[in-house]
């Protein structure tokens, strides 16, 4: 059987995964960001099950690539480039491992601060649809509409 172009386009077409592994990381980086703009963290130690267990191996791997010098050839695969920015776009950062944490407490005040950024694009572009890669915007827009369908 031969993978035709009009084949691929099918299968994307209903959303097929062509890379699984990728396609979970995307689905755990989502669920991440769905915590984050609720909790206003990103603490596995706050996180239970599927969630805490990927956080703590994303620690794990974002660890090693900040400790593994650049030039090294065992920096090579640690953390693709989008893995990283997608980690560093939801709280990860090369200081992160220097401080103890704490547990953020200022729920309303980051939902405030995201609803004033809503407010803002809604003036900018006329309508409240913040598009999905619009970054931690559209992640809490998306949230926010989650929230309103489990009510």
């Keep these: 059987t031969i993978l035709t172009k009009e084949r691929v386009q099918k299968l994307n077409a209903i959303g097929f995964a ?3 592994r ?4 995307q689905e755990m980086m989502e669920e991440l ?18 969630l805490a267990f990927f956080v703590r191996r994303c620690e794990q791997q974002y660890r090693k690539y900040v400790n593994t010098p650049s030039n090294s050839t065992e920096a090579f695969g640690i ?3 989008s893995r990283r920015r ?18 953020s407490t ?15 694009f809604r003036d900018a572009n006329g309508h409240c649809l913040v598009p999905k890669k619009y ?3 559209g992640s809490w827009v998306r949230a926010q509409r ?6």
């Excluded at 989650?146 to 009510?151: F, G, R, S, T």
Aim: overall charge negative.
């Design 135 to 137: 970054g931690s915007l």
């Design 18 to 20: 062509w890379d699984v």
């Design 86 to 103: 997608a980690l560093e776009d939801v709280g990860f950062s090369r200081d992160m491992f220097d401080e103890p944490r704490t547990r």
């Design 22 to 25: 990728e396609h979970q990381f």
């Design 33 to 50: 960001r769905v915590f984050q703009t609720l909790n206003g963290h990103i603490d596995p130690r706050f996180m239970s099950g599927k």
């Design 106 to 120: 200022g729920h309303r005040s980051s939902w405030e601060e995201r609803y004033q950024e809503l407010r803002s």
């Design 146 to 151: 989650h929230l309103m369908k489990e009510q």
């Design 79 to 81: 953390l693709s480039e």
